[in-house]
């Protein structure tokens, strides 16, 4: 048997007042059946780009979880996005870029929650707007924790101001030259320049 092994089984017969407070707090949790927190969390979405509003939630949920990785879901056979995984991967990159290594951005293709595992996320974390995006949300939910039972979801509220954007939207009302500032990033902006025949306002 290998010695580590041998040390684990010796420490855990040793009478719990000799074990260190981890030890005992982790054997406390353990008997209750109770996981031990999360310490990475996974932000999934299109981002086709990212806007204030999931920037808003990415600061949220730094607050919370000590390490973030935003993940760019795409779908090689029928992505209809207007930029590339990589495109929105830099964009998100550069919206964070003082954050350091807390935050890890990514893309991934096939199931959310074989990618969680892969990364070892055990948190994937979602925005909420309104209620017309609760049905959506929950039936995705209830379809990952089919899937993967310790993967749990949690969802963050962006900030009112951003109720009503969207991806969607925002390059909608971009491509016929609407005001999209305060909505998205200024390199977003930059980005939509382009692609559009009409400027968007700076
Ligand atoms: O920003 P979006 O488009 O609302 O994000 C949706 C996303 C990417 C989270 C969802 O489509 C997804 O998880 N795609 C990966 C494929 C998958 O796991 N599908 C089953 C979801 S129950």
């Given at each position: 048997?290998?010695?580590?092994?041998?040390?684990?089984?010796?420490a855990a017969r040793r009478p719990?007042?000799?074990?260190?407070?981890?030890?005992?707090?982790?054997?406390?949790?353990?008997?209750?059946?109770?996981?031990?927190?999360?310490?990475?969390?996974?932000?999934?979405?299109?981002?086709?780009?990212?806007?204030?509003?999931?920037?808003?939630?990415?600061?949220?949920?730094?607050?919370?979880?000590?390490?973030?990785?935003?993940?760019?879901?795409?779908?090689?056979?029928?992505?209809?996005?207007?930029?590339?995984?990589?495109?929105?991967?830099?964009?998100?990159?550069?919206?964070?870029?003082?954050?350091?290594?807390?935050?890890?951005?990514?893309?991934?293709t096939g199931l959310l929650v074989?990618?969680?595992?892969?990364?070892?996320?055990?948190?994937?974390?979602?925005?909420?707007?309104?209620v017309s995006d609760f049905e959506?949300?929950?039936?995705?939910?209830?379809?990952?924790?089919?899937?993967?039972?310790?993967?749990?979801?949690?969802?963050?509220?962006?900030?009112?101001?951003?109720?009503?954007?969207?991806?969607?939207?925002?390059?909608?009302?971009?491509?016929?030259?609407?005001?999209?500032?305060?909505?998205?990033?200024?390199?977003?902006?930059?980005?939509?320049?382009?692609?559009?025949?009409?400027?968007?306002?700076?």
């Amino acid at each position: 048997m290998p010695a580590t092994r041998s040390r684990t089984k010796a420490a855990a017969r040793r009478p719990s007042s000799r074990r260190s407070p981890s030890a005992r707090a982790s054997s406390r949790t353990k008997a209750r059946g109770v996981a031990e927190p999360a310490q990475m969390a996974v932000y999934p979405g299109s981002f086709d780009p990212i806007t204030n509003g999931h920037v808003d939630i990415i600061r949220r949920s730094l607050r919370v979880f000590p390490r973030l990785t935003v993940a760019v879901a795409y779908n090689p056979n029928k992505d209809q996005a207007m930029f590339t995984p990589a495109e929105r991967v830099d964009m998100i990159r550069e919206a964070f870029a003082d954050v350091g290594d807390r935050i890890v951005v990514d893309s991934f293709t096939g199931l959310l929650v074989d990618y969680a595992d892969r990364i070892g996320a055990r948190v994937i974390v979602r925005g909420l707007r309104a209620v017309s995006d609760f049905e959506y949300e929950f039936q995705m939910t209830m379809m990952n924790r089919h899937l993967k039972p310790n993967i749990e979801t949690v969802f963050m509220m962006a900030d009112e101001s951003y109720f009503y954007t969207s991806s969607r939207l925002v390059k909608e009302v971009a491509s016929f030259g609407g005001d999209v500032r305060n909505l998205v990033p200024d390199f977003v902006l930059d980005r939509f320049a382009p692609r559009f025949a009409r400027k968007p306002r700076r």
